[in-house]
DNA sequence: CTTGACCTAAACATAG
DNA sequence: CCTATGTTTAGGTCAA
């Protein structure tokens, strides 16, 4: 059983712009080799337009925020709640970090929907989040909705029942879709290392399987990109 | 045309 | 045994 703790590639093939670099795969970043990127501002920067952070923004979610060193998931911060994930950072040098939330307006187009109900956990720390008209799907990925769904619980973690429920909620859509949009979020956190999955206290025992969270590495950027998201997203995904 | 990212479906294993 | 949960693989679409 591991506890989590994390810690950067000791010798990063990029050197760092500033200090301390994040391995992303994502395509819109700079890539160095080994799939590593630097991270010239910040570890975000936002698709339609390679809009990334501010200088002095980013300097303060970098210093302000666990990305700097990134030792342990934000579920676990100060709480030494083992681990199941064998994860380690450079395992986010793959395709599963949520550095793709920023991709093809996954989180997109947020400013530019109705917004139906405040969520109130995520209001003290992410503007108004709208939400798609109730019969069409919503224009989220999985992994935004998980990160939504974790986001907006009072523990910050959740077993995946309670990401279903959420997710039925908030977005109407999928209290009428078929079964399968469960097994893909069943999917994408099994997928991606960004969550990170808790054994569940056996004293609390209620429900079945673990609960999940979010991993501190990328939280604090992730709702920097909430809160900075772009009116609205020139080549949305059709499809979604 | 290739590549990367995401969605969807499905098979399988495990636990309650 | 059934159901829920978790992992893994494969195929498809789309944008860059």
Known sequence: MENCSHTLPP???????????????????QTCSGGHVSLPLSPI????????????????????SP?????????????????LSPANISDQDDLTCLNWLHQRGNL?????????????????????RPLPPASSKPPYSFGSLIFMA????????????DIYDWI???FPYYQTASGGWRNSVRHNLSLS??????????SQSVGKGSLWCVCSEYRPA?????????SSSPHPHPKY
């Not at 010798?11 to 970043?29: A, Q, R, V």
């Not at 990305?67 to 681990?83: D, K, M, V």
């Not at 986001?151 to 959740?158: A, I, Q």
């Not at 990170?196 to 056996?202: A, N, T, V, W």
């Open 67 to 83: 990305l700097s060193h990134c030792t342990a998931s934000y579920c676990l911060e100060g709480q030494n709640i083992p681990c």
């Open 168 to 170: 039925v909620n908030n």
């Open 193 to 202: 290392k960004s969550f990170r999955r808790i054994q569940r206290d056996k």
């Open 150 to 161: 974790i986001e907006d619980s009072s523990e910050r973690r959740l077993p995946v029942k």
């Open 108 to 128: 997109l187009p947020l400013k530019s929907l109705h917004k139906m109900t405040p969520l109130p956990q995520l209001e003290s720390s992410v503007p108004i």
């Open 45 to 64: 920067s936002f698709p339609p337009s390679p809009t990334s952070l501010s200088p002095a923004t980013a300097e303060s979610i970098h210093s302000s």
């Open 222 to 230: 992730l709702l920097e990109i909430l809160s900075l998201m772009p």
């Open 11 to 29: 010798s990063s093939p990029c050197p760092p712009t500033f200090e301390g670099s994040i391995p992303f795969s994502s395509s819109p970043l």
